[in-house]
């Protein structure tokens, strides 16, 4: 059973999630900025602009990073944080593109335990977020379409709070209850 009403706080994109996205086409689309923050301790500190901010320029989306003395680390960590903003945040309806069947087979039928280092984690969480928002989100439904267990999917979201409050939120506006 899907019903076609929407919260009115979704944020929605077209085809491709801009967290599936290849990270060449995703950067095009995000503005790099570098600047100071406070980071790690030292006789150096803040001396460089490590700190990196990184804005999807279509959704106004961020992330960043400024933990590390290395601004390629920093980098590479704040573009993932932003991948998973974005795919908790950003909800794209259609998910008929070919990346996004591979990545659902890939992971469906198992445990869809993606590790926090793995590039593809924020692109199934928001495949999993995609799918609650379609079946207006009943778990058990979603657990269904990816031949899995309700429990192994919300111990995903559950891994990142962002992750889990959203569904949340999304369970109350079809009035459920809340998962923990």
């Given at each position: 059973m899907v019903n076609d009403t929407k919260p009115d706080w979704l944020q929605t994109v077209s085809a491709p999630h801009p967290s599936r996205q290849p990270l060449d086409r995703f950067e095009r689309d995000c503005q790099l900025t570098m600047t100071r923050?406070?980071?790690?301790?030292g006789q150096h500190r803040n001396k460089t602009s490590t700190a990196i901010v990184l804005v999807h320029q279509p959704t106004q989306v961020s992330g960043e990073a400024s933990e590390s003395r290395s601004q390629a680390k920093n980098r590479?960590?704040?573009?993932?944080r932003l991948r998973l903003n974005l795919a908790v945040v950003i909800r794209c309806l259609e998910s008929d593109e070919e990346?996004?069947?591979?990545?659902?087979?890939k992971h469906a039928g198992r445990s869809v335990w993606v590790a926090e280092q793995n590039p593809q984690r924020p692109a199934v969480i928001s495949l999993v977020l995609d799918d609650m928002v379609r079946y207006q989100g009943d778990l058990q439904q979603v657990a269904k379409e990816w031949?899995?267990?309700?429990?192994?999917?919300?111990k995903l979201l559950r891994s990142e709070t962002p992750a889990i409050d959203y569904m949340n939120r999304l369970r109350a506006f079809y009035e459920l209850r809340p998962l923990r």
């Amino acid at each position: 059973m899907v019903n076609d009403t929407k919260p009115d706080w979704l944020q929605t994109v077209s085809a491709p999630h801009p967290s599936r996205q290849p990270l060449d086409r995703f950067e095009r689309d995000c503005q790099l900025t570098m600047t100071r923050r406070s980071g790690p301790g030292g006789q150096h500190r803040n001396k460089t602009s490590t700190a990196i901010v990184l804005v999807h320029q279509p959704t106004q989306v961020s992330g960043e990073a400024s933990e590390s003395r290395s601004q390629a680390k920093n980098r590479s960590v704040a573009v993932q944080r932003l991948r998973l903003n974005l795919a908790v945040v950003i909800r794209c309806l259609e998910s008929d593109e070919e990346a996004d069947i591979e990545l659902r087979k890939k992971h469906a039928g198992r445990s869809v335990w993606v590790a926090e280092q793995n590039p593809q984690r924020p692109a199934v969480i928001s495949l999993v977020l995609d799918d609650m928002v379609r079946y207006q989100g009943d778990l058990q439904q979603v657990a269904k379409e990816w031949r899995t267990t309700a429990s192994q999917l919300l111990k995903l979201l559950r891994s990142e709070t962002p992750a889990i409050d959203y569904m949340n939120r999304l369970r109350a506006f079809y009035e459920l209850r809340p998962l923990r």
